[in-house]
């Protein structure tokens, strides 16, 4: 029997190791058939840092909690099971062996018991997990829908058969050194496998080495089988992202550990990042460079990410589109292009005098356009490319780093600038971004629309001051705040709450254009170039150094995005300096006075951009937990997994015709924790939940009375209240800016019952003079109409 586990055994690792050489040489030519990709390699201690954290800590997986702890358990079982395999090839030789330097050391013995059974209780855990979630039973809601069962199967079949050979093995062991040595066969050196070998016990020395050899030889046979068919199926993600996660984790787009979302990066042609400039210099070739139009031009890190995806549908689960119905699947998309990279590589790793050899499958599948529906043969549905809202569900969610938003943004890129091939939808907007900088072509005239009913001045750079040196922060309303009717009551509220607070404030007015966000996410990455260089432009010569926006589009992409184009820019949101004023007790919201009146739920929205983009989720909330007489309730569905209201990406102007509504279906969740008020932090949330409440109200789901309100809105309710209910109140020596500010408004101050469509009733503000008397008075630096410049 030692003859024939040493044969085969041997035989069989022989073959498999010549066929992972020749699958990893085959496989890093793919992965390097993609184009260079751009500062991949910067800090490199602290993405070695962040990879070992991240693949030993598991801290991705953990997102989902138990399944993080069981797959733990399984991944460092992994690493034990090599060494126990390593110690197989001893024991073919001699049943006695045990491994070099280790030996009989008590503290391995103890970790690879303890390990062996967490790694049977992970792999079945996660079997049971599979079953349960399998498609035939929950169709396109499973994780699973789409992805290669076998694959999944037979990596679980080989782990949980290695382990009881583990097991047999150590209970052989216990019983045949109770016969050599029995001190070293005791509970202390076998402490979870004791028992199995006292059921050998019986046996003789002979037998127990002749079971020895052939469970070793099965063990090393189940490994190699296992390497032997990975190495043939090397789009086998299930299998090699035990090897290729830790390369994929190291070259992530963010040498910090972020997720690849946030800002999107620019084009790079041989390193250099496409400008207005440097676009009028490119010559045909390099044209074709803007975007992805083959496989192949995606970078090298785009092709390693389609070979890391592990299929586990993590994604898919939380992807607004695909639980809306419609085709994009992010699991199902890298599928698709790693199959496809992996099919196509031969033709074009052959280069032009190679291809005569070649099959006819390969020659098929390099004549496949990247996007295509079914009667051109296309890779990914021009549906799949366009249904996505770079909510940055997908990235948030992926375990192994898979950058699916920079990958669709890239195809989008190509689609537009070189094949303006895009829905029809989006030309009004890129001529309204051109001819008006508004992607609703309106006229720039009617920027400052929004502030003529206010009751103070809203100053404008260029017209009221000559520069944001003269006041604290730039207020960017962007073109929703300055146009949409709904959002321009959250502009006012804002501007309101800001004077209030004694912030000093101005905006741009006709000088403000878009920030370039529906562009850009459109994959019109020229407009999008065009609208920044502008805004910089105008940045630097109003010396802007501290913005505040209401949009969670505007927010992103000048927080992470206009770096690019060479200015630095502290950028808040809204929700973040107005809960810094109220914790700083300069904005207090006060409960209706009538005990009649019933507390409100409240429950909240968290904007894609603002949330999962950019980790703000605690700001707005605390701003609802100090509203009065308002409870906040949330959605089953938030913060980091949090549903898109379905307008990212230039959503908000493409019509939704596939599957059911996004907007729908995030109301109806909302409605369903039966809140009175829907909040929001983004007026193009607002603009959908809106329409999406409206619709349920319409057709009976909804109450009347529920209405969707920006954050802001609500806490200037409260505000109001306080300045109303206390008109007569004189500022003490320790008054703050808030309490002057009230204390000379409030006696003006009128209130009328607020309504889903209704304007929020804004204070009278008090005259120059009597602003100036009353900061004066708490030693408050003022402008030439009273306003307090106190800085928040």
Not at 753 to 776: V, Y
């Amino acid at each position: 029997m030692q003859v024939v586990a040493i044969v085969v055994s041997l035989a069989i690792t022989a073959v498999a190791v010549a066929l992972a050489a020749r699958a990893v040489a085959s496989m890093v030519r793919v992965v390097r058939m993609g184009r260079q990709t751009h500062n991949r390699t910067d800090n490199p201690g602290t993405r070695w840092k962040n990879m070992l954290v991240e693949t030993l800590g598991h801290t991705r997986m953990l997102q989902w909690h138990w399944i993080g702890i069981m797959h733990w358990f399984v991944f460092a079982g992994f690493i034990l099971l090599s060494t126990m395999v390593a110690a197989a090839y001893f024991q073919i030789f001699d049943a006695h062996a045990v491994l070099p330097i280790i030996g009989h050391w008590v503290v391995y013995q103890w970790v690879s018991d303890l390990l062996s059974w967490l790694t049977l209780i992970g792999i079945l855990y996660l079997i049971f997990v599979r079953q349960r979630n399998k498609p035939n039973k929950l169709g396109r809601k499973s994780r699973f829908f789409g992805s290669t069962f076998w694959q999944a199967y037979f990596v679980e079949a080989v782990i949980l058969s290695v382990v009881v050979c583990g097991f047999l093995l150590r209970g052989l062991e216990y019983a045949l050194f109770s016969h050599d040595d029995p001190a070293q066969a005791t509970f202390a050196h076998f402490p979870g496998t004791f028992w199995l070998g006292e059921l050998f016990s019986g046996m003789s020395a002979g037998a127990l080495e002749t079971t020895i050899y052939a469970v070793a030889m099965v063990k090393i046979a189940i490994s190699m089988t296992w390497l032997i068919t990975i190495s043939l199926n090397i789009t086998m993600g299930v299998a090699w992202h035990r090897f290729t996660a830790w390369v994929n984790i190291w070259f992530k787009r963010e040498a910090s550990g972020a997720p690849a979302l946030g800002g999107l990066k620019p084009i790079y042609v041989d390193d250099t990042p496409v400008t207005i400039e440097t676009m009028e210099d490119l010559d045909e070739d390099a044209f074709e460079k803007l975007g992805v139009g083959k496989v192949e031009d995606f970078s090298w890190k785009g092709i390693l990410d389609f070979t890391t995806c592990t299929e586990c549908g993590r994604c898919q689960s939380q992807c607004p589109a695909w639980n809306t119905d419609k085709p994009l699947s992010p699991k199902l998309l890298v599928m698709g292009l790693r199959d496809h990279a992996y099919a196509k590589a031969p033709y074009v790793l052959a280069g032009e005098d190679g291809r005569d050899g070649l099959s006819e499958a390969v020659t098929t599948e390099a004549e496949r356009p990247l996007i295509g529906d079914e009667s051109v043969y296309g890779v990914i549905d021009p549906d799949v490319l366009w249904s996505c809202t770079n909510c940055g569900a997908c990235v948030q969610q992926c375990p192994v780093d898979i950058e699916h938003v920079d990958h669709i943004m890239d195809m989008r890129r190509y689609q537009v600038l070189v094949e303006s091939n895009f829905p029809t939808e989006l030309n009004n907007i890129f001529k309204g971004l051109e001819r008006k900088g508004n992607p609703w072509n309106m006229s720039p005239k009617n920027r400052m629309d929004w502030a003529k009913d206010l009751d103070f001045e809203v100053k404008q750079v260029g017209v009221d001051i000559e520069d944001l040196d003269e006041v604290d922060w730039l207020f960017w309303v962007g073109c929703a705040g300055a146009y949409e009717d709904r959002a321009k009551k959250t502009t006012q509220a804002v501007a309101e709450l800001l004077d209030t607070a004694g912030v000093s404030f101005a905006v741009l007015g006709d000088g403000e254009t878009c920030s370039g966000d529906p562009a850009r996410r459109a994959g019109n990455e020229i407009v999008f170039a065009q609208l920044a260089a502008q805004n910089v432009e105008v940045f630097k010569e109003t010396k802007v150094k501290k913005v505040v926006s209401t949009c969670a589009h505007c927010f992103n992409t000048l927080k992470n995005e206009y770096k690019d184009f060479g200015i630095e820019l502290e950028v808040v949101h809204h929700t973040q300096l107005l809960n810094r004023l109220v914790r700083e007790g300069r904005l207090t919201p006060l409960a209706p006075a009538d005990e009649k009146v019933a507390g409100k739920t409240i429950t909240y929205h968290d904007p894609c951009f603002l949330g999962r983009h950019n980790k703000v989720y605690e700001a707005p909330r605390e701003l609802l937990d100090v509203i009065p007489n308002a409870e906040l309730k949330e959605m089953p569905r938030n913060s980091e997994r949090s549903f898109c209201c379905g307008a990212g990406g230039a959503r908000m102007w493409m019509e939704e015709t596939l599957g059911e509504r996004i907007n729908l279906n995030r109301t109806q969740e909302a409605i369903d924790t039966g809140a009175d008020q829907i909040a929001v932090g983004c007026p193009f949330c607002r603009v959908m939940l809106a329409d999406g409440l409206t619709a349920k109200q319409a057709d009976g789901a909804a109450r009347e009375e529920v209405e969707v309100l920006d954050v802001a809105q609500l806490l200037l309710a409260g505000v109001k209240r306080k300045a109303a209910a206390d008109p007569a109140t004189e500022p003490g020596p320790d008054a703050t800016a808030a309490d002057a500010g009230m204390a000379a408004t409030a006696t003006a101050v009128l209130e009328r019952p607020e309504g889903p469509g209704e304007d929020l009733d804004e204070p009278e503000a008090g005259t120059p003079e009597e602003n100036r008397k009353i900061a004066e008075e708490s030693d408050i630096p003022v402008d030439d109409e009273g306003h307090g410049h106190s800085k928040p």
